[in-house]
């Protein structure tokens, strides 16, 4: 079994920066995909950034130039940069992994969610 344990959200003034961690545990051979999706207040979960394990990236536009996804694959972590922070970037935002066991086996993880609330 894998947990995704998310951290890093939190309360803070538009223009500053955050960054959110992902931390994946238990049976894992690899990361093959890490997404960060996010939810505000009635709407849908939509998604932030995505990336492969091959490093590829997908950035939704509003956020392009400002937040930065990354994989560490030494610590089973992702990371969601996020910087210039405005008031619609809150929402509580999800990590997403795809990850593979050992015994070759993918399988789609989701985490528990961290608040990210950003004050005009």
């Known amino acids: 079994q894998v947990q995704l344990v998310e951290s890093g959200g939190g309360l803070v003034q538009a223009g500053e920066s955050l960054r959110l961690s992902c931390a994946a545990s238990g049976s894992i051979f690899s990361i093959d995909a890490m997404g960060w999706y996010r939810q505000a207040p009635g709407k849908q979960r939509d998604m932030v950034a995505t990336m492969t394990s091959g490093g590829k990236t997908k950035y939704v536009d509003s956020v392009k130039g400002r937040f930065t996804i990354s994989i560490d694959n030494a610590k089973n972590t992702g990371y969601l940069q996020m910087n210039s922070l405005k008031p619609e970037d809150t929402a509580v935002y999800y990590c997403?992994?795809?990850?593979?066991?050992?015994?070759?086996?993918?399988?789609?993880?989701w985490g528990q969610g961290t608040q990210v609330t950003v004050s005009s």
């Open positions: 997403n992994a795809l990850i593979r066991d050992y015994s070759d086996h993918g399988f789609d993880y």
